[in-house]
């Protein structure tokens, strides 16, 4: 019955289930620090109190909720004891239909007070029956800063839920706004030492960096993997009225920054659009965020091209439109056909969530295409044709020329000696060049 401010956390273990609480603030000049607490939420407990009932600000934590993928709600009718039976009764009915509304499913709605045992009792037995329903999104190790501190013998401290992948104590990881490697010194989990920690666990974190150089709302990643943009290509789910170069609040795990909303198209009661952001993001493949204007939610949605590419707008939108549907075989024909120097495959787990083999693999049914497999590039026919004018006008100016895939890559960096072997291949094949007697 007090008042929540900023996030705050605690745990309890129930039979198997041991349970993190991440609890929010409901009022709603606090919504931004609700955001920065959902974004670790696998389950949303709703608390509502009895004598209040739904509250506008409630709507709009569920409106979140749907927007960052939570679907999976559990409801306490608080404060039980100080209303009657029926004031309960229509106070449930009145969630049960929000919920259906929104498409939201109720795993159970029971009454609460801190008053009687026997309710404290049952909410603590629902609890224990819950089922651990988080998914992996991504395969790496992915975890963002939601609190920063010192501790004296220890040095800096940050804590975070893991969104994927897992961790161990000596590790090297990134702070990716700072590009930065640290190592973990070590790693709690509700106040006890461990040496590993995987997805959907909220940990603190003894990293060797000070806290001056840390800030809520960093990823930290491991090195290599990820790339910072200040423009991405998303899907939006609107809430309220969007329009184009509209300026809004952009929340993506636990980081606020500005946003410019540039409108693609809109269409099915979504819109595709380019973010331009006042800072850069390491984004992943449909990656979750929330849009906000004026103290109000208008939005959210899915990042679906975390890494900046050239291409027409025609090309733009139906990539994204085969990105939203998980076809990536044609969005691959959309990204060959866009980068006539070769697309590469080696931030597959960024772009796609996708490993560079899955890629691979994808790219094989692909007719009339080179792929690397040891530089991860994918050539197109067109590709092929520049390589194959550059050694013809070497030869037009030198007819007795010498050279190799090497040499040709010297002149065209971004085609590797793989592929120059093919096109020097298929020109022997065609009497156009030949090999050079070995001295």
Same mark, same amino acid.
């Given at each position: 019955r007090g008042m929540t401010i900023?996030?705050? @956390?605690?745990?309890?273990?129930?039979?198997d289930n041991h349970i993190s609480f991440i609890d929010v603030p409901g009022h709603e000049k606090l919504v931004k620090n609700m955001i920065s607490g959902a974004f670790g939420i696998d389950i949303l407990a709703l608390i509502v109190a009895a004598d209040d009932g739904i509250m506008e600000q409630s709507i709009e934590h569920l409106n979140i909720a749907k927007l960052l993928g939570i679907n999976e709600v559990l409801v306490f009718v608080s404060k039980s004891d100080l209303v009657k039976e029926e004031r309960i009764k229509e106070v449930k009915k009145?969630?049960?239909?929000?919920?259906? &509304?929104?498409?939201?499913?109720?795993?159970?709605?029971?009454e609460f007070s801190i008053?009687?045992?026997?309710l404290v009792a049952k909410a603590k037995e629902i609890l224990s029956k819950l089922e651990n329903n988080k998914k992996e999104n991504g395969n790496f190790f992915r975890y963002y800063i939601d609190r920063v501190f010192s501790k004296k013998g220890f040095g800096s401290i940050v804590t975070g839920t893991i969104l994927s992948g897992q961790i161990s104590k000596n590790d090297k990881i990134l702070v990716c706004d700072l590009g930065q490697e640290v190592i973990i010194k070590n790693i709690q989990n509700h106040d006890k030492e461990i040496e590993n920690a995987t997805i959907a666990q909220r940990i603190a974190l003894n990293i060797t960096t000070p806290k001056e150089n840390l800030k809520k709302g960093m990823l930290l990643c491991k090195k290599g993997i990820l790339r910072g943009f200040d423009k991405i290509d998303c899907v939006i @789910?609107?809430?309220?009225?969007? !329009?184009n170069n509209q300026n809004a609040a952009f929340f993506i795990g636990s980081k606020k920054i500005n946003a410019t909303i540039n409108i693609l198209e809109e269409y099915d009661n979504r819109i595709l659009a !380019?973010?331009?952001?006042d800072e850069i993001i390491f984004g992943i493949f449909k990656e979750r965020f929330i849009l906000r204007d004026n103290m109000k939610t208008i939005g959210g949605g899915m990042i679906l091209n975390p890494i900046t590419d050239p291409m027409k707008k025609t090309q733009k939108i139906q990539y994204l439109k085969?990105?939203?549907?998980?076809?990536?075989?044609?969005?691959?024909?959309?990204?060959?056909d866009a980068h006539k120097c070769g697309f590469g495959l080696l931030q597959s787990l960024q772009r796609f969530?996708? !490993?560079?083999?899955?890629?691979? &693999?994808?790219? &094989?049914?692909?007719?009339?295409? @080179?792929?690397d497999e040891d530089f991860l590039v994918i050539y197109s026919l067109?590709? &092929?044709?520049?390589?194959?004018?550059?050694?013809?006008n070497l030869i037009a100016k030198n007819k007795n020329a010498i050279f190799s895939a090497n040499s040709i890559n010297n002149q065209l960096k971004w085609s590797s000696p793989n592929f120059n072997k093919e096109v020097i291949k298929e020109l022997e094949s065609k009497g156009i060049i030949k090999k050079s007697a070995p001295n």
């Open positions: 900023d996030i705050s @956390f605690s745990n309890i273990i129930l039979g009145e969630i049960v239909k929000l919920l259906k &509304k929104l498409e939201l499913n109720l795993i159970e709605i029971s008053h009687k045992a026997e @789910f609107p809430i309220q009225k969007i !329009t !380019t973010l331009k952001l085969y990105l939203y549907d998980d076809d990536f075989k044609s969005a691959f024909k959309i990204l060959i969530n996708l !490993t560079s083999s899955e890629s691979i &693999k994808i790219a &094989k049914s692909i007719d009339d295409i @080179f792929i067109e590709s &092929k044709e520049i390589v194959k004018n550059a050694i013809l």
